[in-house]
């Protein structure tokens, strides 16, 4: 299994359609070489995805709904399992079957009084403004004795205390999204893609709930089954990477930074994405390394060494891989710019040395070739124009073989244009006959 990133430092420098792309080419080169999901497109981009609308191909639920199931899992279903567990001794201790010395029956009032309501909904319960009430007259039940006053028990003749265990259940069953109702495939092409089809972010409570560690660990745990289901996953990143995921970002197996080559800002702009995620993984690298991973980093990185073991996961850090992708290039005289200031950049930071061999130049896209075929044929311009394919079954070969040589910053301006223009001149299908035969 491969996981890929694909980042870059602001919308519009071309992520989105060489993910799409970068999916096709990888599906082609494993033709049923593994298993019948061997690629998903994920669209992490919650503020404004895209992918599900460009392909039109359209998933039964979006990530909307998975927020709302997340949700219910997180407030709803904890909030009435901790109610249930307050109901109950109450009852018992109202029917004589608990006496009121019961530590039971205290820890249960105990929890009755610092419950968190404000995160139920209750107008969504069948039950609902019965608990409103029961939570209105917190003030007036301070010891069991009170529960005895003439208002608590005509209010719990209201509650059916069985009918609310039943509800629970359909509420515990409704709380685990199903992966397969959030994916939907391409046929055309082979391979999965999954994401929000309207904006998540924009809506406020969800906006609240991104940032709650509760609440985002689960969205990671969702995110860490889809990439345990698919052979590949391709992440496209919104703009900036994905800040409050820095987790997954800093344990995936491989990197692509997009390198916007059109303007001279435009490539400062892409320089210091690279930075920027440099900054992010030395950090967790160096935490993770001393033992000192916390919250929800500890959580996610526990759940990778359940499934790869503790060495996979050092060594997955260790050995990073990093590329960019030179994207928008006119003419081939841009690419010595790019790489002499990054160079300059990297040398300023005292990182040059310890990076010159881990960035990798791993693609060159030539931005007049994608404009003349996005414009007349959409997106998804893998296998439609012959020099396009070429250079983004360069891409692909870089991802699925990891002895394919690639040249790194250390090599020269020279050695590396010669590497890019000579690898995208052969078709993946026959640099790949020898992994494909492998995987089967």
Not at 127 to 132: A, E, K, L, R, W
């Amino acid at each position: 299994m491969a996981v890929v990133s694909i980042i870059g430092h602001k919308g519009g420098v071309g992520k989105t359609t060489l993910s799409i792309n970068i999916a096709a080419a990888i599906t082609q080169a494993l033709n049923s070489a593994t298993s019948d999901k061997p690629v998903c497109l994920f669209d992490l981009d919650l503020r404004l995805p895209t992918i599900t609308g460009i392909l039109n191909s359209h998933p039964q639920k979006t990530f909307f709904d998975l927020f709302e199931t997340l949700a219910n899992r997180t407030y709803q279903v904890d909030f009435l399992q901790t109610l249930y567990q307050i109901l109950v001794p109450f009852r018992e201790y109202k029917e004589g079957n608990l006496p009121k010395e019961s530590p039971r029956l205290l820890k249960s009032i105990a929890i009755y009084k610092n419950l968190n309501e404000k995160l139920f909904n209750y107008s969504n319960f069948e039950f609902g403004d019965q608990i409103h009430e029961l939570f209105l007259m917190r003030g007036e039940i301070e010891r069991p004795s009170d529960l005895r006053k003439k208002e608590v028990t005509q209010l719990f003749k209201r509650i059916d205390i069985k009918k609310f265990k039943n509800i629970l259940r359909e509420y515990e069953s409704n709380a685990q999204p199903n992966i397969d109702e959030y994916i939907s495939y391409i046929e055309e092409y082979g391979f999965a893609i999954l994401g929000g089809e309207i904006p998540i972010i924009g809506k406020k409570h969800h906006r609240q709930r991104i940032n709650e560690p509760e609440f985002l660990a689960l969205f990671l745990e969702f995110i860490q089954k889809v990439c345990e289901e698919f052979g590949h996953v391709i992440l496209d990143t919104p703009a900036g990477g994905v800040n409050h995921l820095s987790s997954i970002m800093n344990s995936i197996d491989q990197v692509l930074f997009i390198f916007d080559v059109s303007n001279t800002i435009a490539i400062k702009g892409s320089i210091d994405a690279l930075h920027t995620f440099i900054d992010y993984y030395e950090d967790f690298y160096e935490n993770y390394q001393k033992g000192s991973l916390s919250g929800l980093d500890k959580a996610y990185v526990d759940r990778l060494i359940l499934a790869k073991g503790e060495k996979g996961v050092l060594d997955a850090l260790a050995n990073k891989k990093m590329g960019i992708i030179f994207n928008r290039c006119q003419t081939n005289k841009e690419i010595p710019l790019c790489l002499d200031q990054l160079r300059e950049y990297l040398e300023t930071l005292d990182k040059y040395e310890k990076y010159k061999d881990r960035i990798h130049l791993v693609g060159l896209v030539p931005n007049h070739k994608v404009i003349n075929i996005t414009n007349n044929r959409g997106t998804l311009f893998y296998d439609k124009d012959k020099t396009l394919s070429n250079r983004v079954d360069a891409i692909a070969r870089s991802i699925i073989d990891s002895n394919v040589a690639q040249p790194t910053l250390a090599y020269s301006n020279k050695e590396i244009l010669s590497n890019l223009e000579k690898r995208s001149k052969s078709r993946i299908g026959r640099t790949f006959s020898r992994i494909a035969s492998s995987l089967s």
